[in-house]
């Protein structure tokens, strides 16, 4: 479909640019938008989109084959346009609203154990076991780790200061376990930082390239180790796996993740904290009956409830 005869110029101040500047969303996610408005192509003349044509607007997209998270991620941009565009004036209410759009399926997630993290660290080039590592044991996107400089490090204080890529809470500082604190200390001599002070490099020295890493380095190993589907975003998932089952506080690990609102951490993360509930109790158990023993509380039982034999922990 292409642009209608009708169509005028962009005129200053366009809506689409004006979204974007106040916003203020992460750069990765600036480089999409021209990829999202390739999508939906213009058919009708500026100012006068409606209703139907937006109601049919994701079908074609959907019909080219593009996935049902392309679809909406593309539906949102122009969304925001609009809506910006309604707060100008320049239109009486958003044609999207209400648009169906496909259905998204929630992305599944890859737990690691921290044996297997291993093996993935053991399977890639030496140059990026580090990374791997310091995703798999701070929870960092790989999009912070590769912005991640020798100044950001204290490794005599053993934190990192992650600069975050989606809001103030995201801009947070991570204390790391001694031994990654070693092995970050290794890396940087084996594989010192490039002239912009980055601890994690390509392959020859230069800012890490996601897409180059992803195809060439993180597909070989993950092949060679824990097998697909794996990827580097799964990392940051099973350092939160790594936590819960030690049984630490969802606050410590919604401020290590840099979450908003510990209800993200919860909603999303929450199916994994059932499982410590049985020991939760039986930690009670243990406390609960040495005091009672030793307070003598317990003579408080009545005979018959002494002739009960006590059921062994689980």
């Given at each position: 479909?292409?642009?209608?005869?009708?169509?005028?110029?962009?005129?200053?101040?366009?809506?689409a640019?004006?979204?974007?500047?106040?916003?203020?969303?992460?750069?990765?996610?600036?480089?999409?938008?021209?990829?999202?408005?390739?999508?939906?192509?213009?058919?009708?003349?500026?100012?006068?989109?409606?209703?139907?044509?937006?109601?049919?607007?994701?079908?074609?997209?959907?019909?080219?084959?593009?996935?049902?998270?392309?679809?909406?991620?593309?539906?949102?941009?122009?969304?925001?346009?609009?809506?910006?565009?309604?707060e100008d004036?320049?239109l009486?209410?958003?044609?999207?609203?209400?648009?169906?759009?496909?259905?998204?399926?929630?992305?599944?997630?890859?737990?690691?154990?921290a044996?297997?993290?291993?093996?993935?660290?053991?399977?890639?080039?030496?140059?990026?076991?580090?990374?791997?590592?310091?995703?798999?044991?701070?929870?960092?996107?790989?999009?912070?780790?590769?912005?991640?400089?020798?100044?950001d490090?204290n490794l005599?204080?053993?934190?990192?200061?992650?600069?975050?890529?989606?809001?103030?809470?995201?801009?947070?500082?991570?204390?790391?376990?001694?031994?990654?604190c070693?092995?970050?200390?290794?890396?940087?001599?084996?594989?010192?930082?490039?002239?912009?002070?980055?601890?994690?490099?390509?392959?020859?020295?230069?800012?890490?390239?996601?897409?180059?890493?992803?195809?060439?380095?993180?597909?070989?190993?993950?092949?060679?180790?824990?097998?697909?589907?794996?990827?580097?975003?799964?990392?940051?998932?099973?350092?939160?796996a790594?936590?819960?089952?030690?049984g630490?506080?969802?606050?410590?690990?919604?401020?290590?993740?840099?979450?908003?609102?510990?209800?993200?951490?919860?909603?999303?993360?929450?199916?994994?904290?059932?499982?410590?509930?049985?020991?939760?109790?039986?930690?009670?158990?243990?406390?609960?009956?040495?005091?009672?023993?030793?307070?003598?509380?317990?003579?408080?039982w009545?005979?018959?409830?002494?002739?009960?034999?006590?059921?062994?922990?689980?």
């Open positions: 479909m292409g642009p209608h005869p009708q169509l005028t110029p962009r005129p200053p101040g366009d809506p640019a004006a979204t974007t500047a106040r916003t203020g969303p992460r750069p990765t996610a600036v480089k999409g938008y021209p990829a999202d408005k390739q999508h939906p192509r213009p058919t009708t003349p500026a100012g006068t989109p409606n209703k139907p044509i937006t109601q049919q607007a994701p079908s074609p997209l959907t019909a080219k084959g593009l996935a049902p998270q392309t679809v909406a991620k593309a539906a949102q941009t122009v969304g925001r346009i609009l809506d910006r565009a309604v004036g320049r009486p209410r958003s044609p999207m609203r209400g648009v169906p759009l496909p259905r998204v399926r929630p992305e599944e997630r890859r737990f690691l154990s044996a297997e993290v291993a093996g993935l660290a053991g399977a890639i080039e030496p140059r990026f076991r580090a990374l791997v590592l310091f995703m798999a044991y701070t929870g960092a996107r790989i999009g912070e780790a590769a912005r991640v400089k020798v100044a490090l005599l204080r053993r934190t990192v200061a992650l600069p975050g890529t989606k809001s103030r809470a995201a801009r947070r500082t991570v204390s790391l376990p001694p031994f990654l070693d092995g970050l200390a290794a890396h940087l001599t084996a594989f010192p930082a490039d002239e912009g002070g980055l601890v994690f490099t390509g392959s020859e020295g230069r800012p890490l390239h996601l897409t180059n890493f992803r195809r060439r380095q993180w597909k070989r190993a993950v092949a060679a180790s824990v097998g697909e589907p794996m990827r580097p975003h799964d990392l940051r998932h099973s350092h939160v790594l936590l819960i089952a030690q630490e506080h969802p606050k410590v690990i919604q401020q290590r993740l840099g979450h908003t609102s510990i209800k993200t951490t919860l909603d999303t993360y929450g199916h994994l904290f059932s499982g410590l509930d049985e020991a939760a109790a039986d930690r009670l158990e243990e406390a609960g009956r040495a005091a009672l023993a030793a307070s003598r509380v317990d003579t408080l009545t005979p018959a409830a002494r002739n009960v034999v006590p059921l062994p922990p689980r």
